[in-house]
């Protein structure tokens, strides 16, 4: 069964409007979680590290205002787009490590989000 | 140059044909190497793990070349199940709580 929930799985809003895209772990802890963007025919991007009671690490180019990251509990992170436009229009998707080091990064389903 | 570059096909093969992908990553000190393998509009499922002496799980073999930085999956006996795209991804710092570097994926279409 699938050990990374994320919700919701598809979005479709105004341009304007803000998104909220919620990870959660499922029968265990997550001290970071990981946020990733990919457009159509392309790889898996990260965008930044989720870090629980503290701030989220952006990877170059990620504009931290734009997308917001909070990780208030051990077992949810929500990444928040701010004032979607057209062009945020991806696939974004979450993952999350297991503590032993010997298992692989979970992921979410992933969000598709459309914004008109 | 890209972190990690893979060839991203197609590979159009028939059923039960022996594919092979490459993939060559930049970072010299990567620590840890995984295929992923990710359907159409679906999120990445991981394959396997890569390991330097090499590792095989049923039909799928996969290498480690450390002094060439290069990762290889070999496909035996396809399936059509197997149509998919499969992700090179390196780790930079080891384990699996670090971030994931993913190559663009390379298309497998096994046509019946």
């Known amino acids: 069964g699938a050990v990374v929930s994320q919700h919701p799985s598809w979005v479709i809003c105004k341009s304007g409007t803000s998104v909220k895209i919620e990870c959660r772990s499922l029968?265990?802890?997550?001290?970071?979680m990981f946020w990733y963007r990919q457009f159509p025919k392309q790889s898996l991007m990260l965008m930044a590290t989720?870090?629980?009671?503290?701030?989220?690490?952006?990877e170059q180019g990620v504009e931290k205002d734009k997308f917001l990251i909070n990780h208030a509990s051990l077992t949810l992170s929500t990444l928040t787009v701010t004032s979607a436009h057209p062009e945020d229009s991806s696939f974004y998707i979450c993952?999350?490590?297991?503590?032993?080091?010997?298992?692989?990064?979970?992921f979410g389903d992933g969000t598709r989000l459309s914004i008109l | 140059r890209k972190e990690v570059e893979q060839d991203p096909g197609p590979f159009n093969v028939p059923e039960g044909a022996t594919v092979a992908f490459n993939c060559t990553y930049s970072n010299s000190a990567s620590q840890s190497f995984f295929w992923y393998r990710q359907d159409c509009r679906k999120e990445p499922k991981l394959l396997m793990s890569v390991y330097s002496s090499g590792n095989e799980d049923g039909r799928f073999t996969a290498q480690l070349n450390r002094a060439s930085q290069y990762i290889s999956l070999l496909i035996r006996d396809s399936k059509l199940s197997d149509s998919a795209t499969y992700l090179c991804?390196?780790?930079?710092?080891?384990?699996?709580?670090?971030?994931?570097?993913f190559g663009t994926g390379t298309l497998l279409a096994v046509q019946p």
């Open positions: 993952s999350a490590p297991q503590r032993a080091l010997d298992q692989p990064q979970h």
């Open positions: 989720s870090n629980e009671g503290s701030k989220a690490t952006y």
């Open positions: 991804v390196v780790s930079p710092y080891g384990g699996a709580t670090n971030k994931l570097i």
């Open positions: 029968d265990f802890q997550a001290t970071t």
